[in-house]
C-alpha cells in the first residue's frame, strides 16, 4: 500500500467513522457491534482499496459494506422462525431508510440533519453513566473523532496499553448493558452531559493542536466538533457550560488561519497577524460567552437569593467559559502588547479554584510571567518539573525553555526546548522547538 492511499484511507475514516457509527447503531440498535461492523469495514477497505483503488463515494463504500456485514451477523442470530422473520422486515425497513440517507447525505439537508443526530444519539450512547467518566471520554473520542488509541493516551497523558484496556471493556460495559440507541431528556441528559462536553473539548484540542502527524492544525476535527457542540445548544440551552465551551471553541477557531504560515509552519500567538482573526468568530464567540455568563449569573443568584453577576471577575463561569473568558482577551486585544495579562492571570487563578490541575497551574504561570516577569512564572514551573502527569507532557520543557530564554540564561533554554522537540509526535511541532533550541546559541 502507497503512503497516499494509506493516508486517503486514514483521512476517510476520521472524517465518516462517526456517521458510518451512528448510522450502523441505528440499524443495529447495538452500539458497541456497530462499532465492530464500522473497523471491519475499515479492515476491508484497507485490503480492497490498494488494489482496486479509491471508490467515488468512500464513504458509502464503506457504509455499504458495514451494513451487509450488520445484516449476515444478526439474521444468522439463533431466534425463533416468527422472531427472525419480524427482525428480517425491521432491517430491511431501516436499511431502506438509513443506507440511501447515507449516501445521499452530501446533497440532501434533512439526510445530512439525520446522520448529525445519529452522531450526538451515538455520543450521548458513549457517554452512558454505567461506565466510568474516564472510559465515557476514551470510548466516545475512539467511536465519534475516530482517534487512535496512542492519541487518545497521548490527550490524558497516560500509557497506550491502559487506554486500550479502558476501551475494551468500556465496549463490553456498554454491550451487556444494552444501553438504547437515543438522546436523553430532562436528568438524564444532565447526567451525562459534562462527559460529553469533555469529549468535544478534547476533540476540538486534537484538532487544533494535533499531537501527532505531519499538520500543525487538523481543521476538520475542530469544525466537527463545532458542529457538534452548535447542535448540543440546541439541545440544552439553558447550560450555561454548553454556551461556554461554543464560546471558547468560536474564539480558538478565530484565529485558525493565522496560526499557521504558507509552509504550514505553526506560529505562536503573539507573533500572529492579528489582521487574519476571524472578526465573525469573535464576535460569535463573545455572544456566546455573554449567555453562559447569564446563565451563571442567573445560578449564583437562585443559589444566594442576590445578584450573582459574574461579568466583572469570572467568579461563577464554570471551566469552559473561564476558558472563553481567557481567550476573549486574546480576541479583544487588537495587539499582543494589548493583552491583559493581569486579568488572564486572575481567570487561571478561578479556574484552577474551580478545575485545578497540572496543565491549569502551567497555564497560570505563563499568564503570570506575562503579567510580572518570567522569574515568578519560572518558580511555578520548577516545582511542575515533579509532577508526575506532567512527565511525558512536552509543553512543560517548552514553557521553561521559554521562560529560561527570557531570563538570559540560553544554554538551558536550548536544551529545553530539545527535550520539549524529542517528546512531541507532531512533525510540525517539532520543527518550531528545534528552530527555537537553535536560536538560542550555543
Known amino acids: 500500500m502507497t503512503d497516499e492511499t494509506h493516508r486517503a484511507i486514514t483521512t476517510v475514516w476520521r472524517q465518516e467513522s462517526a456517521k458510518i457509527i451512528g448510522a450502523l447503531s441505528r440499524l443495529t440498535r447495538d452500539v458497541p457491534l456497530a462499532e465492530e461492523l464500522a473497523q471491519d469495514a475499515l479492515v476491508a477497505a484497507l485490503e480492497t482499496w490498494p488494489r482496486q483503488g479509491l471508490p467515488d463515494k468512500p464513504a458509502a463504500w464503506l457504509m455499504t459494506t458495514a ?9 444468522h ?21 438509513i443506507v440511501p440517507d447515507f449516501v445521499d447525505h452530501l446533497d440532501d439537508d434533512r439526510a445530512a440533519r439525520e446522520i448529525g443526530d ?3 444519539r451515538l455520543m450521548f450512547c458513549a457517554c452512558h453513566p454505567v461506565l466510568s467518566l474516564e472510559a465515557r471520554v476514551a470510548l466516545t473520542l475512539k467511536m465519534v473523532a475516530g482517534l487512535t488509541t496512542g492519541e487518545i493516551a497521548r490527550a490524558y497523558l497516560q500509557s497506550e496499553p491502559t487506554v486500550a484496556q479502558r476501551l475494551v471493556r468500556a ?13 436523553p431528556r430532562g436528568e438524564s441528559l444532565t447526567e451525562r452531559l459534562g462527559a460529553v462536553l469533555e469529549v468535544l473539548y478534547l476533540i476540538f484540542n486534537e484538532g487544533y493542536a494535533a499531537t501527532s502527524g505531519d499538520r500543525w492544525i487538523r481543521q476538520e476535527l475542530c469544525d466537527e466538533a463545532l458542529r457538534l457542540t452548535r ?5 440544552a440551552p439553558r447550560e450555561g457550560e454548553v454556551w461556554g465551551l461554543l464560546a471558547l471553541m468560536e474564539l480558538q477557531a478565530s484565529r485558525a488561519s493565522a496560526r499557521v504560515d504558507a509552509q504550514g509552519q505553526p506560529v505562536l500567538l503573539l507573533e500572529q497577524d492579528r489582521t487574519q482573526w476571524d472578526a465573525q468568530a469573535i464576535e460569535r464567540g463573545l455572544a456566546a460567552l455573554v449567555a453562559a455568563d447569564g446563565l451563571a449569573a442567573e445560578a449564583a443568584e437562585a443559589a444566594a437569593g442576590t445578584d450573582g453577576s459574574t461579568g466583572a471577575s469570572g467568579v461563577g463561569l464554570g471551566p469552559y467559559a473561564l476558558q472563553a473568558a481567557i481567550a476573549a482577551c486574546h480576541a479583544q486585544a487588537r495587539r499582543a502588547e494589548d493583552t491583559d495579562w493581569p486579568r488572564i492571570a486572575a481567570l487561571y487563578e478561578a479556574l484552577a479554584v474551580r478545575q485545578p490541575s497540572p496543565v491549569v497551574e502551567l497555564n497560570r504561570a505563563v499568564a503570570l510571567s506575562m503579567a510580572f516577569g518570567p522569574a515568578i512564572g519560572l518558580e511555578i514551573v520548577d516545582r511542575l518539573m515533579e509532577d508526575p502527569a506532567l512527565k511525558q507532557y512536552h509543553w512543560l520543557p517548552s514553557v521553561r525553555a521559554d521562560l529560561l530564554a527570557k531570563l538570559g540564561r540560553n544554554a538551558e533554554a536550548k536544551e529545553e526546548f530539545e527535550r520539549a522537540a524529542a517528546m512531541t509526535g507532531n512533525d510540525r511541532e517539532r520543527e518550531l522547538l528545534r528552530r527555537r533550541a537553535r536560536e538560542q546559541g550555543h
Open 67 to 75: 451494513k451487509h456485514r450488520a445484516l449476515d451477523r444478526l439474521r
Open 77 to 97: 442470530v439463533k431466534l425463533s422462525g416468527d422472531k427472525l422473520e419480524q427482525l428480517g422486515h425491521e432491517l430491511d425497513a431501516r436499511e431502506a431508510m
Open 118 to 120: 445519529d452522531v450526538l
Open 171 to 183: 465496549k463490553r460495559t456498554l454491550g451487556d448493558a444494552q444501553v438504547p440507541f437515543e438522546l
Open 231 to 235: 447542535m448540543l445548544v440546541q439541545l
